[in-house]
């Protein structure tokens, strides 16, 4: 499955969601990262921040195409459970969508 999420970096904390909408792409998903936008690093800890919001390993989401902060996702698991998960994380940002261990 495909999922669409814009890239939030150097962000205080790192969560997942809620979605944003934009002209060209649609609905987004917003993943904010504290790493910077430099050498990957940034594209890297939103694929981490995902798949763990998501409940799925690291090596199950893929970035297959980049246009700026828009990134899109392929996600390795069955399509029911993974549509159900991101709408919840569109919905609202909740307390399990932050990902920061303070």
Same mark, same amino acid.
């Given at each position: 499955?495909?999922?669409?999420?814009?890239?939030?970096?150097?962000?205080? *904390?790192?969560?997942?969601?809620?979605?944003?909408?934009?002209?060209?792409?649609?609905?987004?998903?917003?993943?904010?990262?504290?790493?910077?936008?430099?050498?990957?690093?940034?594209?890297?800890?939103?694929?981490?921040?995902?798949?763990?919001?998501?409940?799925?390993? *690291?090596?199950?989401?893929?970035?297959? *195409?980049?246009?700026?902060?828009?990134?899109?996702?392929?996600?390795?698991?069955?399509?029911?459970?993974?549509? *159900?998960?991101?709408?919840?994380?569109?919905?609202?940002?909740?307390?399990?969508?932050?990902?920061?261990?303070?």
């Amino acid at each position: 499955m495909r999922v669409a999420i814009r890239v939030r970096p150097a962000a205080d *904390r790192t969560a997942v969601g809620p979605a944003t909408s934009d002209p060209t792409h649609g609905r987004l998903l917003v993943v904010r990262v504290r790493e910077p936008a430099v050498e990957g690093r940034a594209n890297e800890a939103a694929l981490r921040a995902l798949a763990q919001a998501l409940g799925v390993r *690291r090596s199950d989401v893929a970035l297959i *195409r980049s246009i700026g902060r828009v990134k899109f996702i392929e996600v390795d698991a069955p399509d029911d459970v993974i549509t *159900r998960r991101v709408e919840e994380l569109a919905q609202h940002s909740d307390p399990a969508a932050r990902l920061d261990s303070r």
